[in-house]
């Protein structure tokens, strides 16, 4: 897919580490697979992959975490 940010480059598919950020909370997902841009390096997730991603995010903030690295798993 061409990428949306920079509007030249292709996208791949990949693995990057996915930084969220709610409150006081700081969730860092590593090895979290995405379609990368190879020019710019502009990363997209599946609906999928988003929607779990984001429940493991916000488990953290309820738990009222400060800072949670988890590796994915599909």
């Known amino acids: ?3 949306v940010i920079c509007k030249t480059g292709e996208t791949r598919p990949g693995v ?3 930084t969220l950020a ?3 909370t700081t969730v ?3 090895g979290t697979p995405a379609e990368i841009c190879q020019n710019c ?3 997209y997730l599946d609906e999928t992959v988003a929607a779990k991603v984001y429940a493991k995010a916000q488990e953290a903030a309820d738990r009222h975490a400060e800072v949670e ?3 994915y798993a599909a």
Do not use: A, D, F, S
């Open 1 to 3: 897919m061409k990428c």
């Open 16 to 18: 990057v580490t996915v």
């Open 22 to 24: 709610r409150g006081e």
């Open 28 to 30: 860092l997902v590593k």
């Open 41 to 43: 390096g502009e990363y």
């Open 69 to 71: 690295i988890l590796r």
